[in-house]
């Protein structure tokens, strides 16, 4: 089962993330395997940290609670909030697949969050600037919640404008880029 996982920064966190960057990084290796992208959101300052995105395939919900809120960054009160959604992978792939590489053009974190009947369910038809795309869903799998997306885009309208507008109640747009050790 795949999950999306998105801790939110709490205001003035950032020395406390600083200090507990091994130990969040230590973590994150030790699901390495089940990994499908990771990496921190930022304010468009793009070098202040506002969160940290993880999607990651997991046996079941518990273990995906019990992922999110071990986390050190978390336990240590980092984060204001955690997001925590079913997802499903519709490109099948990491983001370490993604054709486009790590590095070079502006990275994003498209959040949908809707209710309702489902939106993009879809790949759009020019996938080549997706990293991570798929459906928020509920614990069961049965209600669409939203949707996620890792795209890579020329600026934040071009990055929204993957999603349905008028389909969600909100959609936010984060800076994003891929994270982990290099």
Excluded at 48 to 63: E, K, R
Excluded at 90 to 96: D, V
Excluded at 139 to 146: E, I, P, R, S
Excluded at 154 to 164: F, G, K, N, Q
Aim: charged share 25%; hydrophobic share 40%; net charge negative.
């Amino acid at each position: 089962m795949e999950f999306f996982c998105y801790h939110r920064d709490r205001p003035d966190s950032l020395k406390l993330r600083n200090e507990l960057q091994e130990a969040h990084w230590s973590y994150m290796d030790g699901y390495a395997p089940q990994l499908i992208a990771r990496g921190p959101t930022f304010a468009t300052d793009g070098e202040t940290p506002t969160g940290s995105v993880h999607i990651v395939d997991l046996p079941n919900p518990a273990a995906a609670r019990a992922f999110a809120f071990d986390e050190p960054n978390y336990q240590a009160g980092a984060y204001r909030d955690v997001l925590l959604r079913r997802w499903r992978n519709l490109l099948g792939r990491t983001m370490w697949d993604f054709p486009g590489g790590r590095e070079g053009g502006n990275r994003y974190l498209v959040l949908g969050l809707g209710s309702g009947e489902a939106a993009d369910l879809v790949l759009p038809p020019d996938q080549n600037e997706l990293i991570a795309y798929g459906p928020l869903l509920s614990d069961d799998d049965a209600t669409w919640l939203g949707t996620a997306v890792l795209v890579r885009a020329p600026d934040s309208d071009t990055a929204r404008a993957v999603l349905t507008a008028d389909r969600y109640a909100d959609i936010e747009v984060h800076d994003w880029e891929f994270g982990g050790r290099r």
